[in-house]
């Protein structure tokens, strides 16, 4: 099993992203995460998909995607060659005298503390999936309550290759 | 002029001469709309059957055929029709009307998510929002079910868009899709590969699938073939790409298939695989194709190269444009023993029969058939053992040949049979059943009469649904379970029913005249022919 990052441009009109997960549940691709949202050009959508196989089921994920009539272009985010990030925000139980522990840790990783009530706080944390995965597991020492993840979004490095926006 | 008028001047200037369909309420304001134009209007007796006769249609004209029926069940009906065509690549419209807009999603009467429900069988849908898009919408409609892979597209149109009124209407002359653009033309790097391989190449061979029909390459394909003496076998939907008795056509693949065909294209060096899925019917292993030989596979679909079997050069284009391109270039190749090797193949591999006199032989009844059907007939073959019996002892001359290959619907023969010879009256037109996909369509008889549309109907009767029983014959040892079909009607009294002539063969004995009776004649006609009950494909 590898893993493989898609990048997608996509007609943002409805229905598109469910003819996408469609596609991925019918035919039985794993997806890891999706996340898609409008592009400098409103006509257009920029997805990103993190789906796993092996190397037979990731070249039909790509040219199955790219057969759908809405996609425009299809194009594998290389690690090397890309930017991956993602969003995570975290509530974590936390009374007065836990905060500051919880605080030190935020700062570390360069996470902020977007809300704080008498029983917890809400971290908000961006990055790639590893330095999030950490932060996490640094946090199991604390009661986590929600955890809402974006899933990734990428683009790749330098200004090679750009179609559209 | 409201939504279904500008519906009708779509169809009207793309051409569109026949609609299959069955009205409803939520459909009416464009079967309303349609009495104002020339377009011919079908009425089927279940909506699967506008799909399969806009299917037959599509196969002769090459142009999308259409259909239109109503929302709620008349769309549910329709998608085993469209999930036939989509698994054949046959280019439809497809019209539902739906409940007004302002009530999608409110589970009203009649209404079903159509665009969900068909989202995995068709090429495109679409759910017009706004009565201005419509000409646009089917525009592109036709245009994205006609290029590239064909298929169907599902156009959903709500009553309240229908009635809507258009200010202003204007057909566009181009479609401007700026996420769809189809490869048509093949690489040339690919394409010089593939002849620097042919001129090595001491046995080549040419698979041919449907999608050679579908871009009208057969011409393209035989010149080539005969230009360099390169054999041919077939897919299902491949046959009739070339005449069954051509010397270089070696037969259908697959595990229905000629012994000796599969034998040529497992032994071949150098396998040409075109149009064609390389799904498990056609190839059940797909490591004999790719093993010790070079395999080409072209196809205008990316998707469909390397999905079933992985090729050595893959070359994405449409057929007839890159077998065009190989027939303006000049080289070598060179393999005169292959051919005497398949030929003898041919003699000691041919398929040996032991039939039961006391009944028809469906082998020898359907040669003798189809060397009497005119040279440009159109053979249309329902899904069973009549299926197989009829792509292994059909002769092709001039003509078609017609069957549901990637789905296997049963119940296509009838309406496509339908949808063939409206396309083309001046064609004879046979569909070929059996009892049990002859009771899946016969309510088609009615449309028939109806609508006076000539086709001949057969019917291979031996009480059975074969095909499964063949199958629990040999894995359950003769456990048959439900596929007894006693309680058929008497097909003598259905065709009186209807005021269809019918005709009967008990046996051989005299099938050469009762043949030719029932070709006699440019009208509708049953004939039953019994068969053993016990036969196996």
């Not at chain 1, 199955?64 to 975290?90: F, G, M, T």
């Not at chain 2, 359907?366 to 329902?382: P, R």
């Amino acid at each position: 099993m590898q893993r493989k990052v898609f990048q997608l441009l996509a007609d943002n009109t409805s229905g598109v992203l469910s003819r996408i997960s469609g596609l991925f549940s019918r035919r039985g691709y794993n997806i890891e995460s999706i996340t898609a949202g409008v592009t400098a050009d409103p006509r257009y959508s920029r997805i990103t998909i993190v789906a796993s196989g092996d190397d037979k089921i990731l070249a039909q994920i790509e040219k199955q995607v790219a057969k759908l009539v809405d996609v425009c272009d299809v194009k594998e985010l290389k690690p090397a060659e890309s930017v991956y990030r993602e969003l995570a925000l975290i509530k974590v139980r936390a009374k007065a005298e836990e905060r500051q522990g919880v605080i030190s840790l935020a700062n570390v990783f360069r996470a902020n503390i977007i809300d704080v009530s008498s029983e917890g706080l809400i971290v908000e944390i961006t990055g790639n999936q590893d330095k999030i995965d950490a932060f996490i597991k640094l946090l199991e020492g604390y009661e986590i309550l929600e955890l809402a993840r974006t899933g990734i979004a990428g683009l790749c490095r330098g200004t090679k290759n750009v179609i559209c926006l | 002029m409201n939504g279904a008028d500008a519906i009708i001047k779509c169809l009207s200037a793309e051409g569109v001469k026949v609609v299959f369909g069955y009205p409803g309420v939520a459909i009416c304001p464009f079967y309303n709309s349609i009495l104002q134009s020339d377009i011919q209007t079908v009425l089927v007796r279940t909506e699967q059957n506008a799909a399969h006769a806009a299917s037959g249609m599509a196969r002769m004209t090459g142009k999308p055929g259409v259909c239109a029926v109503t929302s709620g069940p008349g769309a549910t009906n329709v998608i085993t029709g469209i999930a036939t065509a989509f698994a054949d690549s046959i280019p439809l419209i497809v019209i539902t009307g739906q409940v007004n807009s302002e009530l999608l999603g409110s589970d009203v009467f009649q209404e079903a998510d159509i665009t969900g429900a068909v989202e995995s069988f068709v090429k495109y849908s679409y759910l017009v929002k706004n009565v201005q898009d419509i000409p646009r919408i089917f525009k592109e409609a036709f245009h994205i079910a006609n290029t590239g892979r064909k298929g169907p597209v599902l156009i959903d149109v709500p009553i309240d868009i229908q009635n809507a009124s258009v200010k202003s209407f204007s057909y566009p002359e181009e479609v401007s899709l700026r996420t769809y653009k189809p490869t048509v033309k093949g690489h040339v790097v690919q394409i010089k590969k593939v002849i620097k391989e042919l001129e090595k190449a001491k046995k080549p061979i040419i698979c041919a699938g449907g999608g050679v029909l579908l871009s009208n390459a057969e011409e393209n394909l035989r010149l080539f073939a005969e230009k360099h003496n390169i054999p041919v076998v077939s897919t299902m939907m491949g046959i009739g790409v070339m005449p069954t008795k051509h010397p270089l056509y070696f037969g259908m693949v697959g595990n229905n298939g000629k012994a000796y065909a599969n034998k040529a294209m497992n032994e071949s060096d150098l396998l040409i695989m075109v149009g064609a899925r390389v799904a498990d019917r056609a190839v059940s292993q797909p490591d004999l194709i790719t093993q010790n030989k070079i395999l080409v596979h072209m196809d205008v679909d990316p998707a469909e190269i390397g999905k079933n079997a992985g090729p050595t050069i893959p070359l994405v284009g449409d057929a007839k444009h890159i077998f065009e391109e190989f027939l303006n270039q000049e080289f070598e190749c060179e393999h005169d023993d292959w051919l005497k090797i398949l030929n003898e193949y041919k003699v000691s591999l041919a398929p040996k029969r032991n039939p039961n006199p006391k009944y028809v032989d469906p082998a020898a009844f359907i040669t003798e058939l189809s060397e009497k059907m005119k040279d440009d007939g159109v053979y249309v073959a329902d899904v069973g053992q009549n299926q197989i019996w009829s792509c292994g002892y059909h002769i092709v001359k001039e003509g078609r040949f017609l069957t549901s290959g990637g789905m296997g619907t049963m119940g296509y023969s009838i309406p496509a049979a339908m949808g063939a010879k409206l396309a083309d009256k001046k064609r004879q037109v046979i569909a070929v059943c059996g009892d049990g996909s002859f009771q899946m369509s016969m309510m088609e008889l009615a449309t028939i009469r109806q609508h006076n549309i000539p086709v001949k109907i057969i019917v291979l009767k031996n009480n059975y649904l074969g095909m499964v029983r063949q199958y629990q014959h040999f894995t359950y040892k003769d456990q048959y379970s439900v596929v007894d079909l006693s309680g058929s009607p008497d097909l003598e009294k259905l065709s009186a029913a209807y005021d269809i002539p019918f005709l009967r063969l008990n046996n051989m004995d005299k099938v050469t005249e009762t043949i030719e009776t029932f070709l006699e004649k440019d009208e509708t006609m049953m004939l039953e022919c019994l068969i053993d009950p016990m036969d196996l494909v």
